[in-house]
């Protein structure tokens, strides 16, 4: 069951949101609906699932209502059309003292500026959200200790925010979005106004204590480095509406229009594809009972050297490349069984295309690809390694062609 | 030679004049309770003031002043009463004093929950505004009339006509104030589950202080200058002075008068602006 459930929510900003709804409807862009009804259109019909423990990162450059859709989860903004639910409950259906009460145990949240009060400490800031809970203050001030601890501040709980760093800030404003312990963790660019060396060790940091926390986080970012390190599942949006919402691998090897594309330009593959994403059909295969001859005629019919062997499960046995299978066709040897190298270089599914590399690169060309259980799934060969990290996946419905095609990089 | 404004008049004084009328001659009792409070105030400052002997009052001052300020102006403060005291207008200062005390106190009562409302309210303040402007630019003397014939004349009539004198820039700066709160911290005290009364007391009202002071100062100044005006409906204190040196045309006895407002304006500007700082460095957190 999802944690937390956005349908058709859509926010507008200003009067005439019918109209300016309708319009979008219509299929106009946000520019012209502004220009025809001087209504803002913050995001519209956004339909999004977000299932318990999960790291949820919304990516979008700035004015494309990604920070908007997140206001629209606790009401900061008011939707002005759709439904929010988290768990049971019906967000949009709270009055007043509901949300109010609602927010006080469900929601954490974290802002790009810190958003902190410059006029507490430290412990002023962190315990605000219990201190308007009404937890007396023994209890409060034990929870602050802890939490700062956590997020690696104990002992700075005298300070002032104005004494402390950029970093050490935004940790203070995670350690009071910890102290309520909510659900959910509303994280609004949370990183991004921290020098660079700064944000990915927040990054890493966050990754280590979701591990421990599992809760329900929901980024915002502009970043797409960062919405692919954190997130297990990214939506993209673009002009107030989502676009596309996958794993982070399929942001990347399947964007579903130009804009994705685009924005998945200048990615780092290496670091977001797996082995899985770009292995070709291990086929022709051969198993161990089959005769050399029939093996090196398999060869010569597709133009390859080598061929995988696999058992009758599907399960890899080895490798037999053509000189083995020649040396065994000239004993007179029956079955290819003692050519067969049993340790082929082989590579999880899941393995990064980098870590994959590597393992490739220092044992021998085609790598086997296995899935969990040693099944063979799909051969590395060096060139369409290459070819993935160099071309730009075309929006198509047809990834794997046009990772071969370079010239699909007109969008970048 | 045909002249357009020969053709008609607006009867605008006449209108005034009615309904002033109409005010006196049916909410007569209402201005009197009005008057009560004010009365009340400044009678028990006035009282209590002078009724402290000057030496003690000098002494309290100056820790007064340390306190709220810094040592250096404690002593300034002092100095500078204890110059209009020898001048020969001590009674007349503590009078002054006074009613600037008691007019900035009903301002401060009236004016800084109007302005909460007008920051939080869009509506309330957009019918605010043109009235703040209007009391905040209309010449002093033309309150002097309506409130004579409301409240007649005297000490209280003129602390009345010093509170709506002075009242516009603490509403306004309290409301500026909180506006400028930055906005995602509202949202992060929202996001908490604040309720409005928590936002307004933990954060808004904290982070506004320095702007909050910087009202209270302007309105001091101001009610000084009036209460000084208030001396034509037969107020007391300092404008007597200068009023009566002024109609008898002894230029000594107005320079003194002046002197003593000038050194009670230094005074009060001093002290007040250095705690609009203080509390700002505070807000910051610097404090």
């Known amino acids: ?412 | 030679m045909f002249d357009i404004f020969d053709s008609f008049e607006i009867p605008a004084g006449d209108w005034i004049e009615g309904i002033v009328d109409w005010l006196v001659g049916n909410y007569r009792p209402f201005f009197q309770a009005i008057r009560w409070p004010v009365d009340q105030v400044l009678a028990t400052t006035q009282d209590l003031l002078l009724a402290v002997p000057e030496l003690l009052f000098l002494i309290g001052l100056f820790l007064v002043a340390w306190r709220l300020a810094n040592w250096r102006i404690g002593l300034f403060s002092t100095l500078a009463f204890a110059l209009v005291g020898f001048i020969g207008l001590w009674e007349e200062l503590i009078i002054t004093f006074s009613m600037v005390i008691s007019s900035v106190l009903f301002c401060v009562v009236v004016g800084i929950p109007l302005g909460i409302f007008a920051a939080r309210s869009e509506g309330f303040f957009r019918i605010l505004r043109p009235v703040l402007d209007a009391f905040q630019t209309m010449p002093a003397f033309v309150y002097l009339v309506p409130v004579v014939m409301l409240f007649s004349i005297g000490t209280v009539p003129g602390v009345i006509a010093t509170i709506i004198f002075s009242l516009a820039p603490i509403i306004r700066l309290t409301n500026l104030g909180l506006r400028q709160v930055p906005e995602d911290v509202v949202e992060a005290a929202n996001s908490f589950g604040s309720s409005s009364m928590q936002l307004l007391v933990k954060v808004q009202l904290p982070l506004a202080l320095s702007t909050i002071m910087a009202g209270v100062n302007q309105t001091i100044m101001l009610s000084l200058s009036m209460v000084v005006i208030a001396a034509l409906i037969g107020a007391g204190g300092l404008g007597v002075v200068v009023f009566s040196g002024l109609n008898r045309l002894q230029v000594g006895t107005a320079g003194i008068g002046g002197i003593g407002i000038v050194l009670l304006a230094m005074v009060l500007d001093r002290i007040t602006q250095t705690m609009a700082e203080k509390s700002g460095r505070k807000s910051q957190g610097l404090g």
């Open chain 1, 1 to 412: 069951m999802s944690h937390v459930q956005l349908k058709e929510v859509s926010k507008v900003f200003g009067a005439n949101a019918d109209t300016a709804l309708r319009l979008m409807r219509e299929g106009k862009d946000k520019t012209e609906v502004q220009a025809q009804t001087g209504a803002t259109v913050g995001v519209y019909n956004a339909s999004i699932e977000i299932a318990r423990g999960e790291t949820f990162v919304v990516m979008g450059l700035s004015g494309s209502g990604k920070s908007t859709l997140l206001r629209c989860i606790n009401r900061i903004h008011e939707p002005t059309s759709g439904v929010v639910k988290v768990g049971d409950v019906d967000v949009t259906k709270l009055d007043r003292k509901e949300l109010q009460e609602f927010r006080r145990r469900a929601f954490g949240m974290v802002f790009q500026r810190f958003a902190l009060l410059p006029h507490r400490t430290v412990t002023g800031n962190v315990e605000y959200g219990l201190e308007v809970k009404g937890v007396p203050r023994e209890e409060r001030l034990r929870k602050v200790e802890e939490v700062l601890e956590l997020v690696g501040l104990g002992g700075w709980g005298d300070h002032r925010p104005s004494q402390l760093s950029g970093g050490m800030q935004q940790r203070v404003g995670l350690a009071r979005a910890l102290a309520v312990d909510p659900d959910i963790l509303l994280m609004d660019e949370a990183f991004s106004a921290l020098d660079p060396l700064i944000k990915r060790e927040m990054q890493d940091e966050l990754l280590s204590l979701q591990e421990r926390m599992q809760k329900t986080i929901i980024f915002i970012t502009h970043d797409l480095d960062e919405a692919l390190k954190l997130g297990d599942r990214i939506a993209v949006m673009k002009d107030g509406r989502v676009v596309q919402v996958g794993t982070p691998e399929e942001i990347v090897s399947e964007p579903e229009d130009e804009y994705v594309a685009a924005f998945t330009a200048g990615v780092d593959r290496s670091k977001v594809l797996t082995a899985g994403s770009i292995m070709k059909d291990p086929s022709p295969v051969i198993r161990s009972k089959d005769g050399p001859k029939t093996a090196l005629q398999l060869m010569r019919r597709h133009g390859i050297s080598s061929l995988f062997v696999v058992d009758n499960q599907g399960k890899l046995v080895g490798l037999l490349d053509a000189d083995s299978a020649t040396g065994a066709a000239d004993r007179g040897a029956k079955s290819i069984a003692e050519a067969i190298d049993p340790n082929p270089t082989t590579v999880d599914v899941d393995t990064p295309l980098r870590e994959s590399m590597r393992i490739a690169s220092e044992g021998n060309w085609p790598a086997a690809v296995t899935d969990a259980s040693g099944r063979l799934r799909g051969v590395l060969v060096k060139g369409a390694i290459l070819s993935a990290l160099t071309s730009q996946p075309e929006y198509s419905d047809a990834p794997d062609e046009s990772a071969a095609d370079t010239s699909a990089t007109a969008h970048g």
